[in-house]
């Protein structure tokens, strides 16, 4: 394998493990309350969709390496990818949480 698809398949699955980290995040009433601003806002159903996007980061890794190294490779991915939006998120949400009103209109509840 090139090394330019070998950096493709590990930056993918970091971008599916961030995104679905992201998603986690804010699947939790409070980081979603800060997001919206309404305190009575209830988070969408995040979880399911976060989760699914870190278990598909598996899929890149078993490309990349087979699944020995896949079974490192993804958990740490996975913790890169945690710690990634602990930061990232952290800051926002502390700073600037207007910043994510887009996502707002992802909300997926059942009103």
Request: proline share 5%; glycine share 8%.
């Amino acid at each position: 394998m090139s090394i330019l698809l070998d950096s493709l398949l590990i930056a993918l699955g970091f971008a599916l493990c961030f995104i679905g980290c992201t998603l986690l995040a804010l699947s939790q009433q409070h980081h979603w309350r800060n997001v919206t601003g309404d305190r009575k806002a209830i988070p969408p159903r995040f979880a399911g969709l976060g989760w699914a996007l870190v278990l598909l980061a598996l899929i890149p890794c078993i490309l990349r390496d087979g699944g020995s190294f896949a079974a490192l490779l993804w958990p740490l991915l996975f913790a890169a990818g945690a710690m990634a939006v602990a930061m990232t998120l952290a800051m926002t949400l502390a700073y600037k949480p207007n910043w994510l009103g887009p996502l707002v209109r992802l909300n997926l509840t059942n009103k």
